[in-house]
């Protein structure tokens, strides 16, 4: 049996972002990348997610702010470090839930409205 790595898309996103943002960001940062086998945010603002997650048949991660607090991302955001405690919500949702030993494909992408983040981390071969 083969094993596949986990391929995480993270994401963060203001109150006022929509699905369509949210799809936007994950377009961006998908580029070039392997396909997504899960999606990840913060645990408050899962919700918005779960139509993107049932569109695509992918399970929707929920990162505990412990999980995101806990991760030191490439990316720095004042707002998301005063609001979250790292320095990209994005970064580190994807690196938490792609578990131990992840490692980040590619950095936060912004949408073009500015609503919503997502990046992309690698998780070992489960």
């Excluded at 993270?10 to 377009?27: P, Q």
Aim: glycine share 6%; net charge positive.
């Amino acid at each position: 049996m083969e094993r596949r790595a986990v391929i995480v898309a993270g994401f963060g996103f203001r109150a006022a972002a929509d699905v369509a943002a949210c799809k936007a960001a994950l377009a961006l940062a998908q580029s070039g990348h392997p396909a997504v086998t899960a999606l990840a945010a913060p645990h408050d603002k899962i919700a918005l997610l779960a139509s993107l997650a049932t569109a695509l048949d992918l399970p929707l991660i929920a990162v505990t702010p412990e999980m995101l607090r806990s991760i030191t991302t490439p990316t720095s955001s004042r707002f998301s470090l005063e609001t979250r405690g790292t320095g990209s919500v994005a970064e580190a949702a994807a690196l938490s839930a792609a578990g131990p030993d992840a490692r980040l494909l590619t950095r936060r992408h912004v949408s073009p409205n500015r609503m919503a983040t997502c990046a992309i981390a690698q998780g070992p071969a489960a």
